[in-house]
């Protein structure tokens, strides 16, 4: 194990993280508007936000996150490449006795320090956006089965139905972009635009994932758990997202569509689904002057 290893993993390491960084940084090949919330051929950034939080996470990767990667990668490469070149058998035939530089190990422990502390106070500021609900416009319960997704809305008297992928057939069949196969779904969440919508995310037998980039959600479907997350979409639309754990053998045919309309239209499907946009009354709340004092 001679240091011929460790150089060549190194580079290889360096390379690596700077094609990373290089392709992360390139901007997505088609424009936003061909293929709004959905992935774009060719594509290599991340979708663009339709969600307040999806915009802190693109504020927290682009320019957070990227400088930073991209600095330590070129460092280290001309670090390497300095010392390929200074210090080869040939260029320094007779090398040096010394192991150890205090100086120097104490600035290759400080100096990461520092940086992870700078990353995660932005980390941190993302992670409380998340928590940071607005006070939420309605809400829609996702529960992750093997393989689909159920969906209900408490709040308009909506029972859970169940929201299946559409195959090649249906997608063909209802002259669909064949790209959509696997993200399209039969029966969307469909929300009003503008809107505060909160997700209350939880599964039936196994542990899936309600993951849709556009709005920068992806939270843990869990048996026994009511996970919370939130979005706002910013624009009227057909937005897709996937289940994003690993969750059997159809884990991949069990896509997220969420279909957002204006109000109106929202109320005409909240009817359709014989729902209803008067809030109905907390069971028992009629009778508030019947409840016994408890002390
Ligand atoms: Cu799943």
């Given amino acids: 194990m001679g240091m011929g290893t460790r150089a060549r993993a190194l580079i290889g390491g360096g390379l690596t993280a700077l094609g990373l960084a290089v392709f992360a940084a390139t901007p997505a090949l088609a424009s936003e508007g061909d293929r709004m919330g959905q ?16 915009v802190e996470a693109h504020f927290f990767h682009d320019v957070v996150l990227l400088p930073v990667i991209s600095i330590i990668t070129l460092l280290v490469l001309g670090l390497l490449i300095w010392i390929v070149i200074r210090y080869n058998k040939k260029a320094n035939p007779v090398p040096a006795k010394w192991s150890h530089n205090t100086l120097v190990e104490v600035i290759w422990t400080v100096a990461p320090v520092l940086i992870l502390v700078a990353i995660s106070l932005f980390s941190f500021r993302l992670l409380f956006a998340y928590n940071d609900m607005p006070e939420p416009y309605l809400t829609v319960k ?27 057939e249906e997608i063909a069949q209802r002259g669909m972009d064949h790209a959509l196969y696997r993200l399209a779904a039969d029966e969307p969440i469909v929300v009003p635009v503008g809107k ?30 009511l996970n919370e997350t939130w979005f706002r979409a ?23 569509e969420i279909r957002v309309v204006s109000q109106a239209d929202f109320e005409a499907w909240v009817a359709s689904k ?22």
């Avoid at 992935?39 to 999806?54: E, F, N, R």
């Avoid at 037998?205 to 980039?213: C, E, G, M, R, S």
């Fill in 142 to 168: 996702a529960t992750g089965n093997q393989w689909n997704w159920g969906y209900e809305y408490p709040d308009q008297g909506i029972p859970e139905y169940v929201s299946n992928m559409l195959s090649e």
């Fill in 234 to 256: 910013d624009r009227v639309g057909t937005f897709y997202g996937q289940c994003s754990e690993l969750c059997g053998v159809d884990h991949a045919f069990m896509p997220i």
């Fill in 39 to 54: 992935p774009t051929p060719g594509g290599i950034a991340l979708q663009p936000a339709a969600s307040p939080l999806k």
């Fill in 196 to 225: 505060t919508i909160r997700v209350q995310v939880t599964a039936a037998d196994v542990i899936h994932a309600f993951a849709l980039p556009a709005f920068g959600l992806k939270i843990d479907a869990v048996p026994g758990r």
């Fill in 274 to 295: 014989g729902g209803s946009m008067t809030p109905k009354a907390p069971e028992g709340a009629a009778a508030p002057a019947a409840a016994p004092a408890l002390n």
